[in-house]
């Protein structure tokens, strides 16, 4: 079977999505009857139905949800090879560092400092580095061991901490010196916030569902929600806010990502003070 092409694979992805071929040309701007013959030919080449068709548009069968997972992952990677192979041609174009908001502030300068060259600071919501760095918007990521995506970089340990728990200041556990995880984690009228998994997918729990900072911190100035985070992390601390210490919390480790064989590997791994 000779291999699919990205064409196929955007019409296909195009057809999936929007599960409806007019829709889908449109999208894509073409005409609709060469859209469907593509996925004709599509299904003949694998040898399997991708899609039930009626009058009202389309469904997905077992298989052709299989490819449009596959073909979304092959598209960001082309898509990613591109964008790396641009930036790596262009000598001109500054280092990019792609870090949460909020991450240290002092650590995040002592970093720019050490690596000299122009730096260009990407700034993104928690657990979108590792995206950043696959499809080819960063060179490298200040990230956290062990809540952040690592698989497949290449790190270098920066820094290792504790944790605390943000608390609403007017809450009882705002006077507290420290507290233990099982006590932050079942407050009956502070419920923990919960974080999205690496696979976007939330934990059960009664505390709010974020996705951003801002988002968190409105929360925790309301008094709906607490956090545990690294120590560090608290540079966006409101004055609404209170630190306590977690003893019981496992520490962080703060790392440099790149991607294996990136060009940038000796420079990061002399600013990180590491020896290969």
């Known amino acids: 079977m000779d291999d699919l092409e990205t064409r196929e694979l955007r ?8 599960l409806h071929f007019g829709r889908a040309a449109t999208r894509l701007g073409i005409a609709q009857p060469p859209l469907s013959r593509a996925i004709h030919q ?37 898509a990613a090879a591109a964008r790396r192979t ?33 730096v260009e600071v990407l700034l993104c919501e928690v657990g979108e580095q590792a995206h950043r760095l696959r499809d080819g918007q960063a060179d490298i990521a200040l990230m956290h061991r062990p809540f952040d995506d690592l698989a497949g970089f290449d790190t270098a ?18 006077a507290r010196e420290s507290v233990t995880l099982a006590e932050v984690s079942f407050v009956p009228d502070l419920p923990i916030a919960r974080w999205p998994r690496l696979d976007g997918t939330y934990p059960d729990g009664p505390g709010p569902e974020v996705r951003t900072q801002s988002q968190l911190a409105q929360l925790v100035a309301l008094g709906r929600t607490l956090l545990v985070i690294p120590a560090s992390s608290r540079a966006w601390q409101w004055p609404e806010h209170v630190a306590v210490p977690v003893t019981d919390a496992p520490d962080v480790t703060t790392v440099l990502a790149w991607p294996p064989g990136s060009p940038v590997e000796s420079l990061v791994r002399s600013a990180a003070g590491l020896r290969v």
Do not use: C, M, N, W
């Not at 019409?11 to 929007?18: D, Q």
């Not at 039930?52 to 092959?74: C, F, I, N, P, Y």
């Open 11 to 18: 019409y296909f992805v195009a057809v999936a999505e929007e």
């Open 86 to 118: 641009r930036r790596a041609g262009d000598p001109a174009r500054p280092l990019v560092l792609v870090t949460k908001a909020g991450a240290s502030h002092e650590l995040l300068r002592t970093l720019l400092d050490a690596l000299a060259d122009p």
């Open 157 to 174: 340990d920066l820094h290792t901490e504790s944790q605390v728990a943000i608390v609403p200041a007017a809450h009882p556990l705002a």
């Open 42 to 78: 599509l299904e003949r080449r694998l040898g399997v139905q991708l899609l039930d068709r009626d009058r009202r548009g389309a469904a997905l069968t077992g298989a052709g949800q299989v490819l449009l997972r596959e073909a979304r992952t092959a598209l960001d990677a082309v």
